[in-house]
């Protein structure tokens, strides 16, 4: 079978690497992809937005099974539209996608359900916001309601800085039209981990727990980027509180959104606050997380296509996964100057040295191959990602393969793990 993966980050490259270990898999297709895929799959270069010359691929090169990586072709209906044309794709529709889309639709969702998560309200006038956020006091949250690239929240400390931050989003328009609206929410405290599992709209299969990095410095310091980096599994997700995740969180949003008529099917995905043994919903994401996909996916056993498969023709229940016992660690190697201005086309050296560390893969995100090197080409430029027989040695040998691995101006975290080991030695 002939299948296109839509998109071209590390999360892509990580998809692309799964599905062609799969014996029923004789074509692999990544649009746009990037330097990393180009050694598994056939780079297309069309855009992960660009729906209609999406379709017009799919149609023309009789692709059996397209998987949607990125949120934004999600809402904007590419599932819709290839259902339309007869075309199996994996991923919600655009109106299951608005729990992503839109923050204050994810929230008003929340409520519906029963699912636990911050107070807040919603905002479309500036001024309102304002008065709300000195009436309620610092620190408080504040959120762009549509897609930003993971980097539409401001966590502030002080008033003046969720003001500032409602002048960013509302007036100034640094994410577009995603902040016409936005959300004002209570500040939750703990510990952060991502929760993911597959849907077909009525079962629900989860994944193995992860844990995301977003601030782009160490001790989780500075503004928040797409993910700096990730490991699986996270033990601040106990297998009670697992349970519970799955029967507080996932099911509920599942079982909710289908009784209201819009089935879920793809990957639902839960950031959450843990506090004890107390949780609560930052946001919902439609798609497999990036980070978080590169160690599930290492750790993940098997054929995974038969899964995404499962999911869209509804047999979820006669599926199970298995998973490899020992944990997987990414760490993000980005440009420097990200989540700000950076310097693309530098030359990327090491890579070779890395990939034949044992248990290691070198995801790529944004990457281009120019004149036979690979060069610098976005933000986030690699998810270095190992295997360990424990969570201290998957540290170990990812940080040992990122540090054979160089360009001007490379930016990592040095302490990606460490909130890991803290669990192991309480």
Excluded at 20 to 26: C, D
Excluded at 225 to 230: D, E, I, P, S, W
């Amino acid at each position: 079978m002939k299948v296109l993966v839509v998109g071209g980050g590390g999360r892509e490259h990580a998809l692309v690497w799964k599905i062609a270990q799969s014996p029923r898999v004789t074509a692999v297709f990544a649009a746009p992809g990037n330097a990393g895929t180009a050694g598994l799959a056939r780079n297309v270069p069309i855009a992960a937005d660009d729906v209609d010359s999406l379709l017009a691929f799919a149609e023309t090169e009789g692709v059996d099974l397209t998987v949607v990586g990125p949120e934004a072709p999600l809402v904007l209906g590419i599932v819709d539209r290839f259902r339309e044309r007869g075309l199996r794709i994996f991923g919600p529709t655009a109106a299951a996608a608005r729990l992503e889309g839109s923050k204050a639709f994810a929230k008003a969702a929340m409520d519906r359900f029963g699912v636990p998560t911050a107070a807040y309200r919603e905002f479309t006038d500036p001024d309102e916001a304002r008065a709300y956020i000195r009436e309620q006091g610092a620190p408080i949250v504040v959120k762009a309601d549509g897609l930003a690239a993971g980097k539409g929240v401001t966590v502030a400390r002080t008033v003046e800085e969720a003001l500032a931050a409602v002048d960013a989003m509302m007036v100034d328009r640094a994410f577009g039209e995603a902040g016409g609206r936005i959300v004002v929410e209570e500040c939750l405290e703990g510990e952060e981990a991502s929760f993911l599992a597959f849907c077909d709209g009525r079962t629900v299969l989860p994944m193995a727990s992860s844990q995301d990095h977003k601030p782009v410095f160490d001790g989780d310091q500075g503004p928040n980027t797409g993910g700096m980096g990730a490991y699986s599994p996270a033990p601040v997700v106990s297998p009670e509180l697992f349970d519970r995740i799955v029967d507080t969180v996932i099911r509920p949003v599942v079982d909710g959104l289908g009784r209201e008529g819009t089935p879920y099917v793809g990957v639902l995905y839960a950031g959450l606050m843990i506090r004890g043994d107390e949780v609560k919903v930052l946001e919902f994401n439609c798609r497999f997380g990036d980070p978080e996909c590169q160690p599930i996916v290492m750790r993940m056993k098997g054929d995974l296509v038969p899964v995404l498969e499962a999911c869209v023709d509804g047999t979820l229940d006669r599926v199970d996964l298995e998973w490899d016992p020992r944990p997987a660690v990414c760490v993000v190697m980005a440009s420097g100057g990200y989540p700000g201005a950076y310097e693309k086309g530098l030359e990327i050296r090491g890579l070779e040295d890395a990939a034949a560390l044992d248990d290691v893969v070198v995801f790529h995100a944004g990457t281009r191959q120019e004149a036979g090197k690979v060069v610098t080409a976005g933000g986030r430029v690699l998810g270095v990602t190992a295997l360990g027989s424990d969570i201290p040695s998957a540290i170990e040998r990812a940080y040992r393969a990122v540090d054979r691995i160089s360009w001007p101006g490379v930016h990592f975290r040095r302490d990606i793990g460490r909130k890991a080991l803290r669990h192991l030695s309480s």
